[in-house]
Every structure is written in structure tokens, then in C-alpha cells.
């Protein structure tokens, strides 16, 4: 399974981003995605996670409301839309994912800069 992510970039606060997440390598139906993030001197922290059947979502508690992550079964991608973004959402966002029996995510992408300016 391969992952690349897509979508960062420099965003005044209160502003939008959408970040993009093209898997390929597999087919998908049993497998779960996610972002997760880490701010520079901080741990890494979950953002968000989807069922690929079924779609079933979860969030973090820092971004529940904000964000929401989706996913296109057609074009084998899943995003993450970003609203109401704070300098505190600054931080490299990574694609992941994992077979849905499976404890921990085992593949990464590579992740893509979110820089929110006050």
C-alpha cells in the first residue's frame, strides 16, 4: 500500500484547507484511514479516522466540529476538509492506514505541511 498526501500549504487563521490522500497498491474495502499530525516539539497527535465500507467516522477531541474527513471509493482517496483553522492546527499531517483487523495503522505517507498564521 502506497500513500501520498497532498493539499498543505501556508492559511490565515479562521481559513479552509482540504488535504487529499491517494492510496494505491491494493484494493480497499476492508481497511480503515486516518490523519494524524505533529506540531514541531510535540507528540503526534490522531486527527481523524473513516471505514472505507461503511464510512463511519471518528475525531479528535481538538478538531471535532472542524474538521471532517471523507473518502471517494471511485478515485481510492480520502480527505481531510480543515475549516476554522487556529495557528494551533499548525503541524505535518500524515495519511494512514491499516487492515481493519489489524491493532495499530501500519502504513504512512509521507506528510504535508499545515502552516496556520495568526
Known amino acids: 500500500v502506497q500513500l501520498q498526501a497532498s493539499g498543505g500549504g501556508l492559511v490565515q487563521a479562521g481559513g479552509s484547507l482540504r488535504l487529499s490522500c491517494a492510496a494505491s497498491?491494493?484494493?480497499?474495502?476492508?481497511?480503515?484511514w486516518g490523519w494524524f499530525r505533529q506540531a514541531p516539539g510535540k507528540e503526534r497527535e490522531f486527527v481523524a479516522r473513516?471505514?472505507?465500507?461503511?464510512?463511519?467516522?471518528f475525531y479528535g477531541d481538538s478538531v471535532k466540529g472542524r474538521f471532517t474527513i471523507s473518502r471517494d471509493n471511485a478515485k481510492n482517496t480520502v480527505y481531510l476538509q480543515m475549516n476554522s483553522l487556529k495557528p494551533e492546527d499548525t503541524a505535518v499531517y500524515y495519511c494512514?492506514?491499516?487492515?481493519?483487523?489489524?491493532?495499530?495503522?501500519?502504513?504512512w505517507g509521507q506528510g504535508t505541511l499545515v502552516t496556520v498564521s495568526s
Open positions: 497498491g491494493r484494493t480497499f474495502s476492508n481497511y480503515e
Open positions: 494512514v492506514a491499516r487492515f481493519a483487523l489489524d491493532t495499530s495503522y501500519k502504513y
Open positions: 473513516i471505514r472505507w465500507s461503511g464510512g463511519s467516522t
